[in-house]
């Protein structure tokens, strides 16, 4: 089961990414057809700023990676619940951080000239949120499982 954790965070993290949000973006609220949206999304795409990006965004999944393989959090169900539950947080933040950056490249709306700042922070915060997300299902594990053996 951990080798298949690693597998869905390697999958997650190559799929939710700037460049893929911002062809949903030109999809769903720019209404560009599939290859239109691509076209649209990828045309500034260069391996260079993806690999760069891509350094911040690693940083969430390589720390539940190495909770996942290094601690013993992951020995019981409260634990596994909580290991995914902040993964699923950390991509929901991922996807919805870079929507609402690039949301506005699709719209009327004014585009700040440092909104691409916001790629860099965005993974931080996915930190926080998937944190928390982690320690409460875990905790309300551990929770249950008290009041389940207490009666």
Known sequence: MKKGFGVVALILFILINEST??????????QYSIDEGFERAFRYFNIVGFLFSGLFRLIPYLILTLIVFKSKLTTNLAGWLAVWV????????????????????????????????????IPFHAIFYGSIAGAVVYLSGLFVKAVANRA
């Open 21 to 30: 949000i911002s062809w949903l973006l030109a999809l769903v609220v720019g």
């Open 86 to 121: 902040a993964m699923f947080v950390v991509v929901a933040f991922h996807a919805y951080g870079y929507w609402e950056v690039q949301h506005s490249l699709y719209t009327s709306e004014h585009t700040s000239s440092t909104a691409s700042i916001a790629f860099i922070f």
